[in-house]
């Protein structure tokens, strides 16, 4: 963590910029599959793992288009679908506050063309992070429940306030009873 308490505007901004690069490289470096990562990584369920990332306070346009570009230089499948609210394409979550109908969009895409998946017909899993009271997260588990109904199944979910675990799925009356 980095204390920005004192620094400078300009220095704050700096600290996010370069957090927002490091994050994603890392989260690329555990997901794009290279000769290093089936050497380094241990992957204990054997599945390719397709992320969708949206951005949240102190993420700048820029930000978003960075990542998505990186993304495609670092070899991941879907890089437009990496990350949403990307200034060219689409409604800004930010402004109009619509990125879970996106986030669904995009996970339909994934789960048809990457994983070879049918999830109107095929149970899967979904860890979020983002809690029922969350606009985001509220508002994704509301749909994913109303486009999949059972196949869909939270097997942890995680927020500033708590966590939920369960291999076998959360029950889907108490998630969407906690969505506010």
């Given at each position: 963590?980095?204390?920005?308490?004192?620094?400078s505007?300009g220095?704050?901004?700096?600290?996010?910029?370069?957090?927002?690069?490091?994050?994603?490289?890392t989260?690329l470096?555990?997901?794009?599959?290279t000769?290093e990562?089936?050497?380094?990584?241990?992957?204990?369920?054997?599945k390719?793992?397709?992320?969708?990332?949206?951005?949240?306070?102190?993420?700048?346009p820029e930000d978003?288009?960075?990542v998505?570009?990186?993304a495609?230089?670092r070899?991941y499948?879907?890089?437009a679908?990496?990350?949403?609210s990307?200034?060219?394409?689409?409604?800004?979550?930010?402004?109009?506050?619509?990125?879970?109908?996106?986030v669904n969009?995009?996970?339909?895409?994934?789960?048809?063309?990457?994983l070879?998946?049918d999830?109107?017909?095929?149970?899967?899993t979904?860890?979020?992070?983002?809690?029922?009271d969350?606009?985001?997260?509220?508002n994704e588990?509301?749909?994913?429940?109303r486009?999949?109904?059972?196949?869909a199944?939270?097997?942890?979910?995680a927020?500033h306030?708590?966590?939920?675990e369960d291999?076998?799925?959360?029950?889907?009356d108490?998630?969407?009873?906690?969505?506010?």
């Amino acid at each position: 963590l980095v204390d920005t308490i004192g620094l400078s505007k300009g220095g704050k901004d700096f600290v996010m910029r370069k957090s927002v690069k490091a994050f994603t490289d890392t989260i690329l470096d555990l997901v794009v599959d290279t000769e290093e990562t089936r050497k380094e990584i241990v992957d204990f369920h054997g599945k390719k793992e397709v992320l969708y990332l949206g951005p949240d306070e102190q993420v700048i346009p820029e930000d978003i288009n960075w990542v998505i570009q990186r993304a495609a230089k670092r070899g991941y499948d879907t890089p437009a679908a990496f990350m949403s609210s990307k200034p060219r394409a689409g409604i800004n979550h930010k402004q109009y506050g619509v990125t879970s109908e996106g986030v669904n969009v995009y996970l339909d895409v994934a789960l048809k063309h990457v994983l070879g998946k049918d999830p109107k017909q095929d149970s899967f899993t979904i860890k979020m992070t983002g809690g029922p009271d969350g606009d985001v997260a509220g508002n994704e588990l509301k749909i994913l429940h109303r486009e999949y109904g059972d196949n869909a199944k939270i097997v942890g979910i995680a927020d500033h306030s708590g966590c939920a675990e369960d291999p076998d799925g959360l029950n889907w009356d108490e998630l969407l009873r906690l969505v506010t």
